[in-house]
């Protein structure tokens, strides 16, 4: 027993030694708890990354069948379908009639239309407004509820409320007009009223304007109405 003793108390005198010996920060070691947290979060996800590894190794091939059999997600960029049913917000078109006199078209919107059995491709118009500057300076103004604008020919149809202003007073309301821009001719095949600084006259047929405005025709059954201030020769 003696013995025993004596070697149990060799081993706890060589055990204290030892610890005498280790840095302090070995004795009591502490675990982080963020650092356990990480180590649990990644024995789980590590598992499901090598599991969704394993299945796209497996259904690849399947994946391939499908993308050769033409069926795609993703954007088309061809220019057909960019410029498909495009809209623009207070839109402006400038150009020069025949005369290199300027001429421009707004709106509130403008959608570019396809061709179509009726006109070729071409800009639908809210609200249109055109003006045109004479030679002399002065201008005609067009407004209407409805345009169509073809701009390779300068073609502008409006519909609806049609109004038509000249820079000396003259004012033509119509339901219809087709003007064209490049050369200053308009035209139309609804009932006209018409006023100016010599009177008023009303046209049941229609209106034909050429050269600006220089010359202008009221179709079918006319009346003309001519102010007193016109037969006395004042303004």
Known sequence: MGEDRKAEVERAARNARMNDR?????????INPFRRSIVTMLKLILPLIAAALM????????????????????FSATPDDLMENVAMSNPRFFGVDSNRQ???????????EPENDER??????????????????TWIALTADEGFYTETDGLLDLVGTVNLY??????????????????GNAKGHEPVDGQGPFGTIKSDTGFELEDKGAVIRFLGNARLVIFDSALKGKS
């Open 22 to 30: 280790l840095p302090s920060g070995r004795r009591n070691v502490r």
């Open 55 to 74: 299945a796209l190794v497996v259904l690849w091939p399947q994946i391939e069948q499908v993308q050769e059999s033409g069926f795609r997600l993703g």
């Open 102 to 112: 300027p001429f421009s078209v707004t709106a509130m919107e403008a959608v570019e």
């Open 120 to 137: 070729p491709a071409h800009m639908h118009l809210d609200t249109p407004q055109a003006d045109i500057t004479l030679e002399d300076g």
């Open 166 to 183: 000249h820079d000396q007073g003259f004012e033509i309301h119509t339901q219809q007009a087709e003007i064209e821009m490049d050369l």
